[in-house]
């Protein structure tokens, strides 16, 4: 995440905005579970097992849209 979802104010690291004071722990967390399902999908892909791949990609996408999400469903479905 680059920006605060409050304020869109650029973010660094920290587990709350610098400006608005906004905590972005859950955000963060929910963040990282996507790309593990993304990746999860990818290597389900690449070992053939589509079904797999739809149903990790499908996951992610429900937390977090992504350009490769939509990429690896499109290729699995």
Do not use: F
């Not at 869109?8 to 859950?26: E, V």
């Not at 955000?27 to 996507?34: F, H, I, N």
């Not at 996951?59 to 939509?70: D, N, Q, T, V, Y």
């Amino acid at each position: 995440m680059e920006r605060c979802p409050g304020c869109r104010a650029r973010l660094a690291d920290d587990p709350a905005c610098p400006r608005c004071g906004c905590d972005l722990t859950l955000v963060r967390r929910a963040e990282t579970q996507a790309y593990r399902l993304i990746r999860r999908a990818v290597c389900a892909w690449l070992e053939g097992n589509h079904q797999a791949a739809r149903s990790c990609a499908g996951e992610s996408l429900a937390i977090e849209r992504s350009r490769l999400g939509r990429a690896v469903l499109k290729c699995v479905s």
